[in-house]
């Protein structure tokens, strides 16, 4: 069974931090790594994609890769109240997939 | 451009009624996907099409039926509703399934109680 795991939180940070959000994944032959955030009640928004490993910088958003470690990790600059969603992890597991295995996300909350 | 869209966008059904989901995308896409979203469990795939003229089923299809209706539009059917199908639905689309797996996007979701 191919897994995504994430923290389920709360994390909570203050106004102005750096929130890191972890993931890991059980599939060593996924190809592709995916951000997307979720307000409540609303649909899921894509904010990164990596396929390298590395990092990924998107204005305040940095996704980094490590395929070694099965790990992906987003890091939130300059946190602000409007941040405040919860966090899901998407693993494509290559090969002929397609389809995207989806972490149970994590709830980020930033305090004023 | 509108995305992707999803009618209805709230249903109460009765247990063994059936209802149709519909979903469309305008964004030119070859891929298109029906997940389930429940507390505590996350995004499980009903049934995906990979193109049009093709449909298979994901993890939890059980209960679930799919058309492939055009490129732009992919339904799901409940055939016979169950307490446990209560859920947010969702629609996304891909512009690829081969290419390693593609970026999904999301529409905004049907909400669906089954009495």
């Known amino acids: 069974q191919k897994e995504v795991e994430q923290n389920s939180g709360p994390l909570s940070v203050p106004e102005g931090a750096i929130a890191s959000l972890n993931c890991t994944y059980s599939d060593r032959g996924s190809q592709s790594f995916f951000w997307y955030r979720q307000y409540s009640g609303k649909s899921p928004e894509l904010i990164m994609s990596i396929y390298s490993n590395g990092d990924k910088e998107d204005g305040r958003f940095t996704a980094q890769l490590n395929k070694a470690s099965q790990y992906v990790s987003l890091l939130i600059r300059d946190s602000q109240p409007s941040d405040s969603a919860t966090y899901l992890c998407a693993v494509n597991p290559g090969g002929s997939q397609g389809n995207l295995i989806f972490g149970k996300g994590t709830k980020l909350s930033v305090k004023p | 451009n509108a995305g992707v869209t999803q009618t209805p966008k709230f249903q109460v059904l009765k247990t063994g009624q059936s209802m149709t989901l519909q979903c469309a995308q305008d964004m030119n896409h070859n891929s298109m996907y029906w997940y389930r979203q429940d507390p505590g469990m996350g995004l499980r795939l009903i049934y995906y099409?990979?193109?049009?003229?093709?449909?298979d089923k994901g993890e939890v299809p059980n209960g679930y039926n799919v058309s492939r209706l055009n490129k732009r539009e992919f339904s799901l059917r409940l055939e016979s509703a169950a307490p446990s199908q209560t859920s947010v639905y969702f629609c996304a689309s891909s512009e690829s399934w081969l290419a390693g797996g593609g970026e999904q996007f999301f529409g905004p979701g049907t909400r669906l109680t089954v009495l």
């Open positions: 099409s990979a193109s049009e003229g093709t449909t």
